[in-house]
């Protein structure tokens, strides 16, 4: 007799941010080889045990490139105001996801953050109460990936600019559980990063 699959204590959805041109690294980053695989499908394969039918992808320059790449289950979604910035990214993302399903929170991931695997981001599940914020320490305070909770969907839906999640993770208004993962410190910005990752990797 098969043992049931225990279910998530709070049902999340999957947030991966993709929509950015990638202008310090020359465009299309997303499509980068990262250990044989385009950064995306990296990322989404790092994620998808932990999302399965939940995983929701924000797309925006290159999108017509990027979207044919993904061959795992995933909602894409359409950001045509990308240039904006990355709270348009999210404001698009949770939009979709709060006329999906009913989940208790939202994880909240970078598409090159590509050191980060399933038990980084167990260890930010683990930590998530259903209530408070969960976010990535960083040198320069809190950051992504990060777990928002679902009382805080309709903000994040209305975000734009820049800032992005930041702000409000930084922001003086809300509970923070801060959670350190070293793996999230390296991400591919420049082709030069690209290049120092695949020399340590050898």
Not at 11 to 23: F, Q
Not at 32 to 53: F, K, Q, R, V, W
Not at 95 to 122: F, W
């Amino acid at each position: 007799m098969n043992t049931p699959i225990k279910p998530p204590p709070h049902p999340l959805a999957v947030l991966i941010l993709a929509a950015g041109e990638s202008a310090r690294f020359g465009g299309r980053k997303q499509l980068a080889d990262i250990n044989g695989s385009p950064m995306i499908c990296h990322t989404i394969e790092a994620l998808s045990t932990i999302a399965g039918a939940d995983l929701f992808v924000v797309l925006g320059a290159f999108q017509d490139e990027i979207a044919p790449v993904i061959n795992a289950p995933a909602h894409i979604i359409k950001n045509d105001n990308w240039a904006s910035g990355m709270g348009s990214s999210i404001a698009a993302g949770m939009a979709e996801i709060q006329h999906h399903g009913s989940y208790d929170g939202v994880l909240i991931a970078l598409c090159d953050q590509v050191r980060l695997g399933p038990a980084d981001y167990d260890k930010l599940i683990a930590a998530f109460d259903g209530q408070n914020i969960v976010a990535t320490r960083h040198d320069g305070g809190l950051g992504v990936p990060a777990i928002f909770p679902a009382h805080m969907f309709k903000s994040l839906a209305v975000l734009n600019g820049q800032a992005g999640a930041r702000k409000v993770l930084n922001g003086a208004h809300h509970e923070v559980i801060g959670v350190d993962l070293p793996n999230a410190a390296d991400d591919i910005d420049t082709r030069d990063d690209l290049i120092a990752m695949r020399a340590q990797n050898t």
